[in-house]
């Protein structure tokens, strides 16, 4: 099983299971400031959820390139949608600082 660390917690997961999902249901701060009550709830479109990840994960697709491709996001950085995203072996996840976690301050690692 695939070991998520996050905010200072190892979680296990089943592979392919969805990173936004585990975050939230293991107790994980994965929105910044009033994004946490208003975002898209997974369907990729807020970009609310932006991370950085190092490890295995699902590749990205249209809808998430889509929305990392508008501002205030910037493709040119390493972040992926946690609603969007499938785990698929151990990985490490980085929280960055802005409402929509698109800033370069470590929010939490």
């Known amino acids: 099983m ?3 660390t996050a905010q ?3 979680i296990e997961c089943e592979s392919g299971a ?3 999902q585990v975050l ?3 107790g994980i701060d994965l929105y910044n400031g009033g994004s946490t ?4 709830h997974g369907i990729g479109t ?3 959820c ?3 990840i190092e490890g295995e994960v699902s590749p990205m697709e249209w809808r998430e390139k889509t929305r990392l491709s508008l501002p205030p996001h910037n493709p040119e950085k390493s972040r992926r949608l946690a609603c ?3 785990v698929l072996g151990d990985i490490r996840v980085t929280k960055h600082s802005g409402f929509w976690g698109q800033d370069d301050a470590i929010q939490w690692e």
């Open 2 to 4: 695939p070991q998520i």
């Open 8 to 10: 200072g917690k190892t």
């Open 18 to 20: 969805n990173l936004r």
């Open 24 to 26: 939230l249901k293991n």
């Open 37 to 40: 009550v208003i975002n898209c």
């Open 46 to 48: 807020c970009g609310t």
């Open 50 to 52: 932006s991370v950085e």
């Open 84 to 86: 969007q995203v499938r």
